[in-house]
């Protein structure tokens, strides 16, 4: 049992959000057995037996939780080409580059992604990983987080209609759809894991409606289902983007992309979407009608010139919308408290200075993520909730003044920092602001993978 006790606040995003002063939570098999004032602990948690964490000059909150990434990315940081793109250009670059794609890259750039967010704040991720070229597989991925030991959701993305077929990856970056579906139903069976706490989950994910035909959409949707509300097998892709997604949906479907979602059966609450930048308000009326989901990228949908999804309106509308940081090569960053800001930053650019407080960007990033991914198990500090709780310091040079008058809004405010503590199903994975791991020796393996790609594909 552990007592994480005198946290300066504990920000709980319970029913009532309460954030308690000089806070405490106790953990006991990967749970959280008690949470309030350091003063009210029960003498029960008070023997010498309780392993004690003093959080004195930290606040606390529960973990983040990542809704959309592609790790792999992380090899194509920054490609000079790619830089100053929009996302179909963006895409047609760095296709070739990740055609040559090993088991190896994506085992070590599933583990710096890893160890990135959760240097961030973040305790469960998804990932959306949709080209498997030479040998590569999901359970590369599933290997590489069970050894950072962060909650995982792997979607097991896929890409079937290539530039000879009207879509826009190469024809050698795609997949028969009938090994695709042979392989989701392989990965579920063997992977995915639909009880309380579960460290990994499987999500079927055609990668988007310009890289997968609609027989596939609809096959993955009756495959994720046909394992039935036990398994609770989820899907997700990306949506309404981009300009340019919205012509190529009309022009090729007849529907916008919202639209042609619903008619492949692509809502309900086991699904979300990544950005939906260009949802109209009837789309949003039936994602909310639907609970459909939406992982929101803001920094993305910037460095993309993609636009700004409508997060206000989806949040006055009930739509469950989380935080994703994207792919790492059109973000170049994994850390989810500075998307956290970002959220809060471009809703307001709009004009209103009230369209987004820095506690809500707070719970669309806790609360908001863990109804995105379908759990009830984690985004919150709450007896009976998993022990999956991150700790920043409010005594540093970056937060001076702010943490004085408000620590939660100068957490969001002031320039993201990284987690003192992370801890994961009660596990303590960072400590005084260092990973478990090796991280020195992870950067340089991970950048020798990232040379040796580029290299393979003719860039170096």
């Given at each position: 049992m552990l007592c994480v006790e005198h946290a300066d606040l504990l920000v709980t995003m319970d029913k009532e959000r309460r954030e308690i002063v000089d806070g405490a939570v106790v953990v006991a098999d990967g749970a959280i057995a008690w949470v309030g004032a350091t003063s009210d602990l029960p003498l029960s948690f008070q023997s010498?037996?309780?392993?004690?964490?003093?959080?004195?000059?930290?606040?606390?909150?529960?973990?983040?939780?990542?809704?959309?990434?592609?790790?792999?990315?992380?090899?194509?940081?920054?490609?000079?080409?790619?830089?100053?793109?929009?996302?179909?250009?963006?895409?047609?670059?760095?296709?070739?580059?990740?055609?040559?794609?090993?088991?190896?890259?994506?085992?070590?750039?599933?583990?710096?992604?890893?160890?990135?967010?959760?240097?961030?704040?973040?305790?469960?991720?998804?990932?959306?990983?949709?080209?498997?070229?030479?040998?590569?597989?999901?359970?590369?991925?599933?290997?590489?987080?069970?050894?950072?030991?962060?909650?995982?959701?792997?979607?097991?993305?896929?890409?079937?209609?290539?530039?000879?077929?009207g879509g826009l990856p190469p024809d050698r970056c795609t997949e028969q759809e009938s090994a695709i579906l042979r392989d989701c139903q392989r990965v579920v069976e063997r992977f995915h894991d639909p009880s309380r706490f579960a460290m990994r989950r499987v999500v079927l994910a055609p990668c988007s409606p310009f890289s997968v035909t609609p027989e596939l959409m609809r096959e993955s949707a009756l495959l994720a289902r046909s394992f039935g509300?036990?398994?609770?097998?989820?899907?997700?892709?990306?949506?309404?983007?981009?300009?340019?997604?919205?012509?190529?949906?009309?022009?090729?479907?007849g529907y916008r992309p919202g639209e042609y979602a619903e008619l492949l059966g692509w809502t309900g609450d086991d699904v979300w979407h990544a950005h939906c930048v260009h949802l109209n308000q009837s789309e949003v009326a039936r994602f909310a009608q639907s609970k459909t989901g939406v992982a929101h990228c803001p920094t993305s949908n910037m460095r993309l010139a993609s636009g700004i999804a409508p997060v206000r309106a989806l949040r006055d509308a009930g739509v469950p919308v989380g935080l994703g940081v994207d792919g790492s090569a059109s973000n170049d960053g994994s850390h989810l408290l500075n998307e956290v800001r970002q959220c809060l930053l471009l809703q307001r650019v709009l004009g209103n200075p009230r369209a987004m407080t820095a506690r809500e960007a707070l719970e669309i990033a806790t609360l908001g993520g863990a109804a995105v991914l379908g759990r009830d198990d984690i985004g919150a500090l709450v007896p009976g909730m998993a022990a999956d709780l991150v700790a920043f310091r409010l005594d540093t040079l970056w937060h001076a003044g702010g943490a004085v008058h408000d620590p939660v809004a100068a957490l969001v405010f002031c320039q993201p920092q990284p987690v003192d503590w992370?801890?994961?199903?009660?596990?303590?994975?960072?400590?005084?602001?260092?990973?478990?791991?090796?991280?020195?020796a992870l950067v340089a393996q991970h950048s020798r993978a990232a040379r040796a790609l580029v290299c393979r594909a003719g860039l170096a």
């Open positions: 010498a037996e309780v392993q004690r964490l003093n959080a004195r000059g930290r606040i606390v909150l529960p973990g983040f939780v990542n809704t959309h990434h592609h790790f792999y990315q992380t090899l194509t940081r920054v490609i000079p080409a790619a830089q100053d793109a929009v996302l179909f250009d963006w895409l047609k670059t760095l296709y070739p580059i990740w055609a040559e794609l090993t088991p190896e890259d994506v085992f070590v750039s599933t583990q710096l992604a890893l160890t990135e967010l959760l240097c961030s704040g973040c305790t469960t991720s998804s990932d959306h990983h949709y080209l498997w070229p030479n040998g590569t597989r999901l359970d590369d991925q599933f290997a590489a987080a069970e050894s950072i030991g962060v909650r995982f959701h792997g979607a097991r993305g896929s890409m079937s209609l290539g530039e000879s077929q509300d036990t398994m609770n097998v989820h899907l997700h892709t990306h949506l309404a983007e981009t300009q340019d997604e919205e012509r190529f949906c009309l022009e090729r479907f992370a801890m994961v199903a009660g596990r303590l994975l960072v400590s005084a602001g260092m990973p478990s791991l090796d991280v020195p």
